[in-house]
């Protein structure tokens, strides 16, 4: 394959990523300004690395996608990052205390 033709099929993988983000950012536009349904959520929550915001990393790491998934969904990222380590800490001492 030329080099030509390699940089095409790369730009063309280039622009279907972009497009796929494009369409996520405008979802999340509309999930942030209307009603929200379970779907919605879901769907939201789907666009993160993990699939759903409870393997997303701490706030610190500032990931635009989590970012704007947590603004669409009106949830604080501190707030959430918060209650999921409170959730771990309580399960881990169930965890030990049944050992």
Known sequence: MSTIE??????TAAKNDVN???????FLFD??????????IEKAMSIT?????AGC????KECGT????????GIDPQELFDMKKA???TWLKIEVLNK
């Open 6 to 11: 390699q940089l095409k099929v790369y730009l």
């Open 20 to 26: 796929k983000d494009l369409k996520n950012v405008e």
């Open 31 to 40: 999930v942030k300004t209307g009603r929200k349904t379970k779907r919605d």
């Open 49 to 53: 690395c993990h699939g759903d915001l």
């Open 57 to 60: 990393c701490s706030p610190e």
């Open 66 to 73: 989590q970012l704007a998934v947590c603004e669409a969904l």
């Open 87 to 89: 959730a771990v800490d």
